[in-house]
């Protein structure tokens, strides 16, 4: 049926709630006008678009059929609807997996760093990395200035010279061997290659110190094994003042990575529209949740976190607060950061290093509230975020396997159920839900009444689930859930039957989970 014909003498008034209801339905209407050159398949359905609201994600393979469809789409929206798509706010996304080199010392030197210690000038992406490196690491902090008279000798390779500095007011037995990366005098240098006999493009070195002097601050030793000490040792300990400390595996070294495969995507293709290039997305913000274009999932977690410890400063007065209890200060830290820091959890790959990051936040900012140790918040903590955070993805599992099977999210959890057996992806949103089962015994699981809603609230109280086999068939026999009003400890009851009936266990008891 249709309603009587009506006629639009000027624009929706702003505000008005069915004004987005007609954009929507004139933004369907054009991407159903405008042609599409491809497409992907996905779990047996064929992909052209994803559409939300007023935004809109175009699927095609490869540069040139996403430059046509975006272009198609542009002129459909211009000449039928007079809409005018936005440039600046268009963007494209390669989804593939970026190989790049590894990073090397000229990498982090190129690299923009947001923070940079400003006495040996090593950047770091993160404030807290560089109060560590300051902290433990920088070698030249509070160090005292002498002025030089001379430099007396050079070793190493041309790429990594060592020089022997004469100091004014110091004898001989008080010269330093110092790495050229620390030493600002160039023209003693080039003053010394000059009067020198030495060339300065071969290696310099001397046979009878061959593997007696170390290669980070060129100190000479009688023996090989002081030398080993020497460098195995830590600074405080004796050893090397000037050794680096590796960032293999550290921030820096993976945002110099993303940095890296940013480049390259870019570099990969270009889509343009009416001819004109459009701007290349590495990473992409969307409804609040980040995506990649290499496919990583850790991106989403570590910009909540990051999101989750401002909010933790902003409610500084809370914390330091003596009028407030701790009961009510951990309420208020639930609220106001566990609910920002677990948004979009369900696509986190919550793997063994992430739970342990996740943790360690955890644990240093319930110490500010709580006043225990960090170490006892994290073997003990007054509010366990990692058991909350599965409960709720595995609260949205559930949901995913009672959806209809036309959902798309569903058949995609579906897939991935089939593919592990039932255990689900390590990491997965299914890596909590009872193990051994099969498919379809878990959609049973989920359908049961009151059974599932048990399960979430064992996992968020950091209760053992059972498999699913044994809770299923143990539901069968117990029959109907039903709720027990007494807080005492039920006895003679099946596991599954309590689950069932809201208990959850903690512990090694069960308790009446309200």
Not at 148 to 160: A, F, K, M, Q, T
Not at 418 to 444: C, M, N, S, Y
Not at 468 to 491: F, T, Y
Request: charge should be neutral; charged fraction near 30%; include cysteine.
């Amino acid at each position: 049926m249709y309603s009587r014909a009506f006629d639009v003498s000027r624009g929706v008034v702003q505000g008005d709630i069915f004004s987005p209801v007609c954009f929507v339905i004139a933004l369907e209407c054009l991407f159903r006008r405008s042609k599409s050159h491809g497409g992907k398949s996905l779990v047996s359905v064929w992909l052209e678009k994803l559409e939300y609201a007023d935004d809109a994600a175009l699927i095609e393979v490869g540069y040139e059929l996403a430059s046509r469809t975006v272009t198609d789409l542009e002129s459909v929206a211009l000449s039928q609807a007079d809409m005018e798509i936005s440039r600046p706010k268009t963007e494209y996304m390669a989804l593939r997996d970026f190989v790049v080199s590894a990073a090397v010392q000229g990498d982090f030197d190129a690299q923009v760093w947001a923070f940079s210690c400003s006495d040996c000038g090593r950047g770091f992406p993160t404030k807290a990395g560089l109060a560590i490196h300051r902290g433990l690491h920088c070698k030249q902090r509070g160090k005292v200035e002498y002025e030089l008279e001379r430099i007396v000798d050079v070793r190493g390779v041309p790429e990594e010279r060592f020089y022997r500095v004469r100091w004014v007011g110091w004898g001989e037995d008080d010269d330093s061997w110092i790495n050229w990366r620390q030493l600002d005098a160039l023209d003693a240098i080039d003053a010394f290659w000059e009067e020198s006999a030495l060339d300065r493009e071969k290696p310099v070195w001397v046979q009878e110190e061959a593997g007696l002097r170390c290669s980070q601050c060129c100190k000479l030793f009688a023996r090989a094994q002081d030398l080993k000490a020497h460098l195995t040792r830590k600074p405080e300990k004796g050893g090397c003042k000037w050794s680096v400390a590796s960032r293999a595996g550290s921030k820096a070294e993976k945002t110099v990575q993303q940095t890296k495969k940013a480049a390259a995507h870019a570099a990969a293709g270009i889509v343009c529209m009416g001819g004109e290039g459009l701007k290349s997305a590495f990473t992409f913000k969307y409804l609040g949740v980040w995506f990649s274009a290499d496919g990583c999932r850790e991106l989403g977690r570590e910009e909540r976190m990051l999101q989750a410890a401002d909010r933790f400063r902003q409610m500084g007065n809370i914390w330091n607060s003596s009028e407030l209890s701790v009961g009510l200060k951990l309420r208020l830290y639930e609220a106001g950061v566990y609910s920002v820091l677990v948004y979009g959890c369900e696509c986190w790959d919550l793997t063994e290093k992430a739970e342990t990051a996740l943790r360690s936040w955890n644990a240093r900012r319930l110490a500010m509230i709580s006043g225990r140790e960090i170490r006892e918040e994290y073997n003990a903590p007054s509010f366990d975020l990692l058991s909350c955070a599965k409960a709720r993805r595995l609260k949205w599992a559930g949901q995913l396997l009672r959806a209809e099977e036309s959902f798309l999210p569903r058949r995609v959890a579906l897939v991935e159920l089939e593919q592990t057996a039932g255990a689900g992806q390590p990491g997965g949103i299914f890596q909590d839900a009872p193990k051994g089962g099969t498919v379809e015994e878990l959609v049973e699981m989920a359908k049961a009444e009151g059974l599932w809603g048990g399960l979430v609230r064992c996992t968020r109280e950091g209760g053992v689930v059972r498999s699913a086999a044994v809770l299923l068939e143990e539901a069968r026999v117990a029959g109907p859930p039903v709720r027990l009003k007494s807080s005492r400890q039920p006895k003679g009851l099946s596991d599954a039957f309590r689950v069932a009936s809201g208990y959850c266990l903690c512990e090694g008891q069960w308790r009446l989970c309200e």
